[in-house]
C-alpha cells in the first residue's frame, strides 16, 4: 500500500498553476485525484492495468439528484489522516441556496479494493429544495452494448439474463439504460461487471448496510422521508456503462416494487433539511479473473467476509423430533381412500386446508413417508412405520400409467365407496414434470433400500423404481437430455413433451445413479453419464441454472442450482472424476448467491408480520428471477455444503452448511414459541424479504418438513448425528474417509 502526495506543476502560456495531486494505490489499482489548475478543484479516476476509469460524472466525483435535477462537483479540499487515509471534502450548491457539505473518505480496503467512506451534512436547507439523493459510481467501459460484458447482481442478474426468457422485468432488457435495484430485494449489496475479453473485473459493494424503512414506502409514486436508509444498486448504460449507486435507493428504470406496473421507477427520496442521517460505505474492487464463475465466487466471497454473517443455533434434534411428530399428526389413513398428508395447513391455527397429494417437488409424499419409516425404525414404533409403509404402497400400486411414466398428484376421496383422480398436469404446461417424478421417486427407492437393509423387502417398490427407471432409459434423447415435462397421453406410442425445454436434464440423474446402486444395472448409470454430460455442456459451461422450479418454469432460479449439486455429486460419487466434483463446486457457489447473507429488518411501524421481526432473515433465500418471494429451500442443501467442504477443504463451505442447518429453522416452530400449542414442525412456505418486508403465505407445505428432515436424516445416517458441531469434533481424516463412503453407506446412496 502507498500513499502519494505530490505536487505538479502546469504551465500556460501566461503564468505557471501549480495543483496538488493525491493517491492511493492497492494492488494492481490505483486512485488519483488530481485538481485543475484553473478551478482548484479536485476530479477523481481509478486505474487498473493502464486503464483509467471515471466517476458516474466525470471529473466530478459528487453527484446529487434535487428537486429530480443533476447536480455535480468536484472536492474542494484533499487531505491527509492517520492510517493513509485521504479525506476529500466538497460543497454542492443548489439555485436556492442549499449547502450540501460532503466528506469522503478513501482508503485501501485490501489489495485491490479501496473503502469509500461517505458523510453528506445539509447547511442554509432552503423549503424550495423538497428531496434529494446522493450517487457513486465508476464507468467501467465507453461504448459498446451491454451484451459484451458479464455481470452479477445476486439472485437478479446472471450471465445469461439477455439469453433466457426472463419473468418479470428486472435485468431483462438489454435495451434499458438503468438497472437500479433496491438492496433489501438483494442477497448482498453489490454489482459486478466483468470483460470476457480480458477478464478485467470492477465490482461495487455496499459495505456495512443496515436498510431499515417503515410502512410508508410503498408504492411507484416518490416517497420522501429519512426513515429509508436503504441503498440502491446497479448498472447505468448512457454513453458507456456504470457501475453505480443510490441512496436512498430508487429503483428503476424497470422496478419490482409495483409489480403489475414494472415499467418505470419507484423513486425514494430523503427530505432536504438540516440534521437528515445520510451516510454509507461503499468498496470498489478491482481483479481479474479467469472466467465468470470465478468472478461470481471472488466477488460474492469479498463481500459475505464484510458481513460475517453468523449462525443462529438451535436444537436441530428437538426440531428433528417436532417435525416428524408433525407428519405423525396430520398423516391420514381414514376417511380418505389414500393415505397421506395434507398438502397445505393454514397458520397460525394449524388447521388444515387441503388434502391432496404430490409425489415430490412441493407435496414430498414419498420422501416423508421415508422419513416416518426411518425414524420408525430408529424409535422402535410400528406405528410410524406402518404409515410411511402404507403411502409408499399406494404410490408403488397406483402412480405409474403404462409406459412406466408416473402421475404425480392425487386428489383423494373421501365418501365411502368412491375412488380419487389423478390430476393431468403438476406443471403450467401439463403432463409429468421431471422435477416432480424423480423427487418424489428417490423417496420411494431409499424407502425401499432402507427397509431391505432391516431385513424386511418391498420388491414391489423396487420394481416401480425399476419400471420409471426403465422409462428414462427410453425416452432419453439422443443427446442425453430429458424434457421438462412430459404429457400423459400416448401419441405414436410416445408421451410427447409438453415442455420441450431441456434446462432440468440434471432432475432425473441422481435418481438413475440411486437405481443403478440398487440393481446394478448399467442401462441406468450410463443413462445418468450421459444426462451428465449434457448437463455439463449445456448447463454448467454456460452458467445456466434454470426451470427446476417448475411451477414458473425456464426462469433463472436457486433450485436449478440445487438439481445440479445433486446431480454432479452423485456423478462423481460413481465415478470420482473431478469434472464432476468440479461442475458441483460451481453449482453450489453459483446456489448460495441466492442466500440472504446480511440483516434487513422489519419496517419500522410494522404492527405485525409473518415472518417473525424479531428473527434473522440470514439463511432465507430468493426463489427465482421476476419475483421477491424468498424461502427456507436451500435447508435441502446443508448436507451437499459440508460435504463439498470436505471434498475441498473450503472452509467458506462449512460456513453455508452451519447457517443452513440453523439459520433455515428461524420461522419453525420448533420450541413452540411462534405456534403455541401447535405442531412443532409448522413454518410458513415463503414470505418477502423487500417491501411489504416478512409479509408471507401464512400455510404450511409438505415440502417444509421434508426441507430440514431430509439433510438431517443424510448426517445421521452417514455421520452418526445430525449435530453439525457434534461432527465437526470426529477427526478430519474419518469425516474425509466417511465422505468418501457416502455411496455405498448411507441414504440415499
Not at 477523481?44 to 428537486?67: E, Q
Request: hydrophobic letters at 35%.
Amino acid at each position: 500500500m502507498n500513499f502519494l502526495f505530490r505536487l505538479v506543476a502546469f504551465a500556460t502560456l501566461s503564468a505557471a498553476l501549480h495543483a496538488q495531486d493525491a493517491g492511493l494505490s492497492s494492488g494492481q489499482a490505483s486512485l488519483q485525484l488530481r485538481q485543475d489548475p484553473e478551478n482548484r478543484s479536485y476530479a477523481l479516476t481509478f486505474t487498473i492495468g493502464g486503464k483509467v476509469l471515471n466517476t458516474y460524472a466525470p471529473d466530478k466525483p459528487l453527484s446529487l439528484d434535487v428537486n429530480g435535477e443533476r447536480l455535480d462537483g468536484g472536492y474542494a479540499k484533499v487531505s491527509q489522516e492517520k492510517n493513509d487515509t485521504l479525506v476529500c471534502q466538497g460543497v454542492i450548491t443548489t439555485p436556492h441556496g442549499t449547502r450540501f457539505l460532503f466528506t469522503d473518505r478513501y482508503l485501501v480496503e485490501q489489495p485491490g479494493a479501496f473503502e469509500l467512506r461517505r458523510s453528506i451534512v445539509i447547511q442554509n436547507a432552503n423549503r424550495a429544495d423538497q428531496f434529494f439523493n446522493s450517487l457513486f459510481g465508476i464507468q467501467v467501459t465507453e461504448n459498446g452494448p451491454l451484451e459484451d460484458s458479464e455481470f452479477f447482481v445476486p439472485g437478479v442478474w446472471y450471465r445469461t439474463n439477455f439469453k433466457t426468457r426472463m419473468a418479470g422485468a428486472l435485468a431483462k432488457n438489454p435495451a434499458d439504460h438503468h438497472f437500479l435495484f433496491r438492496e433489501d430485494r438483494l442477497p448482498l449489496p453489490l454489482v459486478t461487471m466483468r470483460d470476457p475479453g480480458n477478464g478485467d473485473t470492477v465490482s461495487l459493494i455496499h459495505a456495512a448496510a443496515e436498510p431499515a424503512t417503515f410502512t410508508g414506502d410503498r408504492g411507484g409514486e416518490r416517497v420522501v422521508d429519512e426513515r429509508m436508509q436503504f441503498g440502491s444498486i446497479g448498472v447505468r448504460h448512457l454513453d458507456g456503462t456504470t457501475l453505480a449507486f443510490m441512496f436512498p435507493g430508487s429503483e428503476g428504470e424497470k422496478n419490482h416494487v409495483v409489480r403489475r406496473a414494472s415499467d418505470g421507477w419507484a423513486l425514494r427520496s430523503h427530505p432536504v433539511k438540516e440534521g437528515v442521517q445520510h451516510h454509507y460505505k461503499l468498496v470498489i474492487r478491482f481483479s481479474k479473473t479467469a472466467s465468470y464463475p470465478d468472478a461470481v465466487e471472488t466477488t460474492w466471497k469479498h463481500a459475505f467476509q464484510l458481513y460475517q454473517p453468523k449462525p443462529r443455533p438451535v436444537d436441530v434434534k428437538a426440531a428433528f423430533t417436532g417435525l416428524i411428530d408433525t407428519l405423525d399428526h396430520y398423516s391420514v389413513g381414514k376417511g380418505y381412500d389414500a393415505p397421506g398428508f395434507p398438502f397445505s395447513v393454514y397458520l397460525p391455527g394449524g388447521d388444515v386446508r387441503v388434502y391432496n397429494y404430490q409425489m415430490g417437488f412441493v407435496g414430498r409424499q414419498l420422501p416423508n413417508a421415508y422419513f416416518l419409516i426411518h425414524q420408525g425404525i430408529a424409535e422402535k414404533r410400528a406405528d410410524l412405520r406402518r404409515k410411511g409403509v402404507e403411502i409408499v404402497d399406494f404410490w408403488a400400486e397406483n402412480c405409474l400409467l403404462p409406459s412406466g411414466l408416473p402421475r404425480t398428484w392425487y386428489d383423494p376421496a373421501t365418501a365411502e365407496g368412491t375412488t380419487g383422480s389423478w390430476r393431468k398436469n403438476d406443471n403450467p404446461k401439463g403432463g409429468t414434470a421431471m422435477r416432480v417424478a424423480t423427487t418424489g421417486m428417490e423417496g420411494m427407492l431409499s424407502a425401499w433400500r432402507l427397509m431391505e437393509r432391516h431385513g424386511t423387502g418391498q420388491p414391489g417398490w423396487l420394481a416401480a423404481c425399476g419400471k420409471f427407471g426403465d422409462w428414462l432409459v427410453a425416452n432419453q434423447n439422443d443427446d442425453g437430455s430429458y424434457h421438462l415435462a412430459y404429457s400423459h397421453e400416448l401419441t405414436d406410442g410416445k408421451h410427447l413433451p409438453t415442455e420441450p425445454g431441456k434446462s432440468t436434464t440434471t432432475n432425473p440423474i441422481r435418481f438413475l445413479v440411486m437405481l443403478h446402486q440398487a440393481t446394478g444395472d448399467a442401462r441406468y448409470r450410463d443413462a445418468a453419464i450421459r444426462a451428465g454430460k449434457f448437463a455439463l455442456t449445456n448447463i454448467h459451461q454456460p452458467y445456466h441454472y434454470v426451470g427446476s422450479v417448475v411451477d414458473n418454469p425456464n426462469v433463472i432460479d436457486r433450485e436449478s442450482g440445487q438439481e445440479a449439486i445433486y446431480a454432479f455429486l452423485a456423478l462423481y460419487d460413481l465415478t470420482q472424476e473431478k469434472s464432476w466434483l468440479d461442475a458441483a463446486v460451481q453449482a453450489a457457489r453459483y446456489t448460495e448467491t441466492w442466500m440472504y447473507a446480511y440483516e434487513i429488518p422489519a419496517e419500522t411501524g410494522a404492527a405485525a408480520t409473518d415472518f417473525p421481526q424479531d428473527r434473522s432473515i440470514v439463511g432465507q433465500t430468493l426463489i427465482a428471477t421476476g419475483q421477491s418471494a424468498a424461502d427456507l429451500g436451500l435447508a435441502f442443501s446443508s448436507f451437499d455444503y459440508y460435504r463439498l467442504h470436505l471434498f475441498t477443504g473450503d472452509p467458506h463451505f462449512l460456513e453455508i452448511a452451519k447457517l443452513l442447518v440453523h439459520n433455515t429453522k428461524q420461522s419453525l416452530n420448533w420450541d413452540g414459541s411462534l405456534y403455541p400449542g401447535k405442531p412443532k414442525g409448522l413454518q410458513l412456505e415463503a414470505f418477502t424479504v423487500t417491501i411489504p418486508r416478512r409479509k408471507g403465505v401464512m400455510e404450511c407445505l409438505s415440502w417444509n418438513y421434508a426441507a430440514h428432515l431430509d439433510p438431517l436424516v443424510r448426517f445421521q445416517d452417514a455421520f452418526g448425528s445430525m449435530d453439525i458441531e457434534a461432527i465437526e469434533k470426529l477427526p478430519m481424516w474419518k469425516r474425509r474417509e466417511i465422505n468418501q463412503s457416502i455411496l455405498r453407506n448411507t441414504h440415499p446412496f
